[in-house]
């Protein structure tokens, strides 16, 4: 019960199925190396918050709800999948690319994050709320897609949508 916070001191985070039980948010924090971790069948009351330089992915079941995610270094890239909702609750800064696979839940990343690679989402529903200009990559919305940056838009890859696509910039 309570939250989790692992500080690694530099050293990479890896799990391959560890089943964690956690009535509130979990921090992952691996300074410069790589967070790699398969959340299948965890029970995360909060979110989840990660801290790397390196690449980094997330294997989970159900829903998930991104905390502060900072990955740092020129090209660090997020790979997320999951087969329930993905939100954010805190800012996520990957300057690399950023790939999200819902399956068929939805993706809801609106809390004025930084994605400067390309993004690529699938899901059901999908929205992106991007700070700066934003690079899609392959878009795969089986319902709406909505993308807000606060500069230019680019496609970079295909992109469905089951609606029509509704993008701000």
């Not at 696979?101 to 059901?124: E, K």
């Not at 940056?149 to 992109?159: A, E, K, Q, V």
């Amino acid at each position: 019960t309570g939250s989790l916070t692992l500080t690694s001191n530099n050293i990479a985070i890896t799990s391959s199925g560890s089943v964690l039980s956690v009535s509130g948010g979990v921090v992952l924090d691996a300074g410069t190396k790589a967070v790699s971790v398969n959340l299948s069948g965890s029970k995360i009351g909060g979110s989840l918050g990660i801290i790397a330089g390196v690449d980094s992915t997330v294997i989970a079941t159900g829903a998930l709800d991104l905390g502060t995610v900072t990955l740092t270094g020129a090209g660090v890239d997020l790979a997320v999948t999951t087969t329930g909702n993905v939100t954010d609750s805190g800012v996520v800064t990957v300057p690399g690319t950023t790939s999200i696979n819902a399956g068929s839940g939805s993706i809801t990343l609106d809390s004025g994050s930084i994605y400067t690679g390309n993004v690529s989402l699938i899901g059901r529903n999908v929205a992106l709320s991007n700070t700066i200009a934003t690079n899609l990559g392959a878009i795969t919305a089986t319902g709406t897609l909505s993308i807000t940056s606060s500069s230019t838009i680019d496609d970079n890859g295909l992109i469905t949508a089951g609606g029509l696509p509704r993008c701000l910039a």
